[in-house]
């Protein structure tokens, strides 16, 4: 190996170091700023949120999204419903991303916002949670 590229590998090796520490920083420093608050409000004022980003896995589609909380009985999941509540999530809060466009549609993914306020474990754990609707 050259001196160089022994040189610049510490160099990369150093700034990625730097990296994850920013990372582990603005994590912690996001997770103690009152945006989870917001957003825990926001989900108990719209629970259709919550069931929006839960439904959110990197692999569905935006129409899928909308299949799978039909199949799970959650009220208000309708196409433009999901819709507006993705917008929100994306715009509003940053906690989920579009991570590809194909021809099926759109699939998001969780933000490091997202998971650094460990917010799809907060709601799996229960609290803020949308309840099926009933059926008659």
């Not at 799970?72 to 309708?78: E, G, I």
């Amino acid at each position: 190996m050259a001196p160089e590229s022994a040189d610049l590998y510490a160099e990369v090796a150093m700034l990625r170091d730097r990296v994850e520490e920013l990372n582990k920083s603005v994590s912690v420093l996001t997770r103690y700023s009152p945006l989870l608050s917001d957003v825990l409000n926001a989900i108990d004022a719209d629970p259709l949120l919550a069931a929006v980003f839960l439904a959110v896995d990197g692999v569905r589609t935006q129409a899928e999204i909308v299949d799978y909380l039909k199949s799970r009985n959650v009220s208000q999941s309708s196409q433009p419903s999901v819709s507006r509540r993705l917008d929100r999530l994306c715009e509003d809060f940053d906690l989920v991303r579009v991570s590809t466009r194909t021809q099926r549609g759109k699939t998001y993914v969780h933000t490091d916002v997202a998971r650094a306020l460990k917010l799809d474990r907060t709601l799996k754990s229960g609290s803020a949670v949308p309840k099926p609707k009933k059926k008659p």
